[in-house]
């Protein structure tokens, strides 16, 4: 069983910038798929942005691209989410997600293969 622990949220003005922090603690981190999501109030979970085993390969929802940066450090078992340039409507709480049982070394934007989730940390955005 896996513990993801996210961090780094906070309140911040339109144009700004956060970066997330996610650690994962229990089990094998450089063998997860890697995702974040966010939620805000009133709507359906979103995808964010997803990341490989090796952290060369990354997918990101459409309004993020090109503001939102995933990276992972395997030796630190841990993903970051840089965001910058950021929008109101950025405003959610952001959940951090591992794939513990993917196959194959490809990122994944579907919700139903994460098998852990962090408690979520809050974003807001202030226009």
């Known amino acids: 069983q896996a513990q993801l622990e996210e961090s780094g949220g906070g309140l911040v003005q339109a144009g700004g910038s956060l970066r997330l922090s996610c650690k994962v603690s229990?089990?094998?981190?450089?063998?997860?798929?890697m995702g974040w999501f966010r939620q805000a109030p009133g709507k359906e979970r979103e995808f964010v942005s997803s990341i490989n085993w090796t952290g060369d390969r990354a997918y990101y929802g459409d309004s993020m691209k090109g503001r939102f940066t995933i990276c992972r450090d395997n030796a630190k078992s841990t993903v970051y989410l840089e965001m910058n340039n950021l929008k109101p409507e950025d405003t959610a709480v952001y959940y951090c997600?591992?794939?513990?049982?993917?196959?194959?070394?490809?990122?994944?934007?579907?919700?139903?293969?994460?098998?852990?989730w962090g408690q979520g940390t809050w974003v807001t955005v202030s226009s």
């Open positions: 997600a591992a794939d513990a049982n993917r196959g194959w070394n490809q990122p994944t934007s579907n919700s139903q293969d994460y098998d852990y």
């Open positions: 229990g089990h094998t981190f450089s063998s997860y798929i």
